[in-house]
């Protein structure tokens, strides 16, 4: 039995949530009932999107952790390697107090190491899958081009903005500014264009 638990379709009591075999809801739900859910011990707490618990002092990792289960699963499209203080976070949802911390007067060679230590350690847990081998589970891309004439406020408001990045180019160009700086705030001044639009 399935239950997504979500919005006005909430269950009310943790006699409720034991009469279904799996609970959906999200982060946000999750953290304004998480009373409810680690009431008792649950089969199995699967995290997916995982990123949303990288740091552990926000509500939605303290949410995950108050959760009693036998299992624990993270699912993410994140890599996890990227930042080993992300890494620790979801370990620490995974194994609570298996991880040794990095000390933090560490640095350089003897933080290097400490990374290394926690990666070398963390590779059994993790099931990394390459794009390449997902690839071909993935659906086809759908690409789709849609043109929109301006009204005619969007066109001004377009044109405003167009004249003003022109003019600053401009200006910075007479002062003698590197061709780095020029390119630089070219690439700005195309940013505001592409939010303007």
């Known amino acids: 039995k399935t ?51 990288k740091n552990r002092r926000t509500r939605n990792a303290k ?12 699912l993410t499209g994140t890599p996890v390697e990227n930042s080993i203080k992300d890494l620790l976070s979801l370990l620490d949802f995974l194994m609570p107090g298996g991880w ?8 350089g060679d003897e933080r290097a190491w400490h990374e290394q230590r926690i990666l070398k350690k963390a590779a059994p847990y993790v099931l990394r899958r390459a794009k390449e081998t997902v ?16 009204t005619e406020q969007q066109r001004i408001t377009y044109r405003e903005t167009k004249a003003s990045a022109e003019k600053e180019i401009a200006k910075l160009e007479a002062t003698g500014a590197p061709e780095a700086s020029l390119r630089m705030k070219t690439l700005t001044q195309l940013l505001r264009l592409r939010q303007a639009c």
């Open 135 to 150: 690839a071909p589970e993935l659906p086809a891309k759908i690409e789709q081009v849609v043109y929109l004439d301006m």
């Open 3 to 53: 239950f997504v638990h979500h919005g006005s379709n909430r269950l009310s009591s943790s006699r409720e949530t034991a009469d279904h075999d799996l609970v959906i809801t999200s982060y946000g739900t999750l953290i304004r009932d998480v009373d409810l859910f680690s009431a008792h011990p649950l089969r199995c707490v699967i995290g997916d999107e995982a990123q949303h618990i």
């Open 63 to 74: 949410a995950l952790a108050a959760l009693s289960s036998h299992g624990r699963f993270l």
């Open 100 to 107: 040794n911390k990095i000390p933090s007067e560490a640095h």
